[in-house]
């Protein structure tokens, strides 16, 4: 496997756009012919930076990567608990005391709940060890709930026929060494999952009083050609950042509604600036 170069956050319009999470929709790993995650991991060096890692030939063996059936791009990575936890990280360098929102998709892959205790964990951890540098602040989520510095779904809340987005919010330590751990937690009975379009991104990107100010909306969300966008007060313009921080699309709107056609972009995930009365709001948005 060759090694990625994960893109550092260039700052746009006083927001810092930029990817961290290097193939986080596994597409390179899973173009090169390669199943499974590496072996390995555990430590800061920047020579494990740009893989996904699973720390035990056990772990790996519960983590592959499959075809992403119908999400963005063509593969996805599956977790699967039935004969243990399942667990994957990548190491991810941080700027300190900032705050950034890690965002990805997830559906199940039967209808099997089991016991709906035993969830998918999210966590940003220090590569210190112990509380060191962890999480200062778990701020927001959407999709799941936090709970302890983690962000955690039950799989009673996942569809087998679409995938779920979902997102949180956190703020680093003093540290800038951190890795992003996602766990199944071990359920002989419970679905596996898939994973996919998973990111971290400089900034918060939900925005609750942006929205119930403006009672704004976006639809549909991912989306194959357009976006449809609708606000009690008057939108502006719209506008679409690729993860390099680059104008991808721009478009005036002057009204309460419009629909972007957004055909003309390539798929992948973008952000998305939206301007009501001089106010902004970002957005995720996939294209597919």
Known sequence: MKKITFIMA??????????????????TIGASGE????????????????????VSA????RSSIVASDADAG???????????????????VLDANTAY??????????????????????????????????????????????DNGAFKIKRSTLSTSEYKSASFEFTTGDDTGYYLAIALQPDADG??????????????????????DNNFSFAPNPTNNFVNLSASKNIQKVEFYNLLGQNALSAPVNGLRKEVNISN????????????????GTYKIIKK
Not at 36 to 48: R, Y
Not at 58 to 61: C, E, K, N, S
Not at 267 to 279: E, F, H, P, Q, R
């Open 265 to 280: 972009l390539k798929s992948g995930i973008y952000l998305m600036k939206v301007t009501i009365d001089n106010a902004v």
């Open 191 to 212: 679905s596996p999952v898939l994973l996919d379009e998973i990111s971290i991104i400089a900034g918060a990107l939900s925005n609750k009083e942006f929205k119930a």
């Open 35 to 54: 199943t499974k995650v590496v072996v390995g991991g555990n430590g800061a060096g920047t020579e494990d930076i740009g893989y996904w890692h699973a």
């Open 74 to 92: 063509t593969y996805a990575l599956k977790l699967d608990s039935a004969d243990g936890a399942s667990k994957v990280n990548q190491n991810v």
């Open 58 to 61: 056990g772990l790996q063996a």
């Open 10 to 27: 260039l700052c746009v319009s006083s927001l810092s756009f930029g990817q961290i999470i290097a193939d986080g929709g596994f597409e």
């Open 101 to 146: 929102t890690c965002s990805y998709r997830v559906r199940k892959v039967n209808a099997n709940v089991g016991n709906d205790e035993k969830v998918l964990v999210f966590k940003v951890q220090s590569n210190n060890g112990g509380n060191s540098g962890a999480i200062q602040t778990a701020t927001d989520g959407a999709g799941g709930y936090l």
